[in-house]
């Protein structure tokens, strides 16, 4: 059983309307990574952290949506004006110091969001 | 620019039979390879990894990976399939930036 905890495991938006993910990476990662799967199995990363700063991000991630790992809270990820083609599993992953660096990442069971 | 392939969208086998799914790669320089397990609704679960050394990597539940330079290759393989086995599996490369880059999948039904 996945330790990386995602929230809402479903959620439901219409166009234009905000969706809000959580994640609690697994204890004692500091590192944590967001990627978008579709329906064609293709994965977009979208940003990374490590501890409360951002690492990595794409152009799509710093226009309409947002990110954050605060401390002692779990990371979010929102998405500020929902489109259709924002349908996926989005899918939170943490790693230990150096864990991403060889390519071992531990995934949540995602939020599968839907806009109609 | 690092791509990661998976040339078979879909493999079927029977249960006790041996499989083994084919992934290629393209970057030029040192690259961490890595297979991933999605079942059916689930997140993605770590298989196994190859960096360096012995090129015959040994992973869970049964799997192994052979890396090769010469074909930029990383093909998983199993002896003998469980009906547990189904499920869609990503190979992952990690080349010079931070982020994983995935294939896009292979679907493996075992039949009993």
């Known amino acids: 059983n996945s330790k990386v905890i995602q929230t809402p495991r479903y959620l439901v938006k219409g166009q234009g309307q905000k969706a809000k993910m959580r994640c609690i990476p697994e204890?004692?990662?500091?590192?944590v990574f967001w990627y978008q799967q579709n329906k064609n199995n293709e994965f977009k990363f979208l940003i990374n952290?490590?501890?409360?700063?951002?690492?990595?991000q794409i152009d799509m991630t710093e226009k309409r949506f947002s990110a954050e790992c605060p401390s002692n809270s779990p990371c979010s990820l929102e998405i500020q004006s929902s489109e259709a083609g924002d349908s996926a599993l989005y899918l939170c992953?943490?790693?230990?110091?150096?864990?991403?660096?060889?390519?071992?990442?531990?995934f949540g069971e995602g939020s599968k969001l839907t806009v109609l | 620019t690092q791509t990661v392939s998976q040339s078979d969208a879909h493999v079927t086998v029977f249960e006790g039979d041996s499989v083994e799914l084919r992934c290629n790669y393209s970057?030029?320089?040192?690259?961490?390879l890595s297979w991933y397990i999605q079942h059916h609704g689930r997140g993605l679960q770590f298989l196994l990894k190859?960096?360096?050394?012995?090129?015959v990597v040994q992973g869970v539940n049964g799997f192994e990976a052979e890396f090769s330079k010469s074909d930029s290759s990383f093909h998983l393989r199993k002896a003998s399939v469980h009906w547990s086995d189904s499920a869609v599996y990503f190979c992952?490369?990690?080349?010079?930036?931070?982020?994983?880059?995935f294939g896009t999948g292979t679907t493996v039904s075992v039949s009993p």
């Open positions: 992952a490369a990690r080349g010079g930036g931070r982020a994983l880059i």
């Open positions: 204890k004692g990662h500091p590192v």
């Open positions: 952290f490590q501890n409360q700063e951002v690492l990595q």
């Open positions: 992953a943490s790693s230990p110091w150096g864990g991403a660096d060889t390519g071992q990442l531990y």
């Open positions: 190859y960096y360096s050394g012995n090129p």
């Open positions: 970057y030029g320089g040192s690259i961490y």
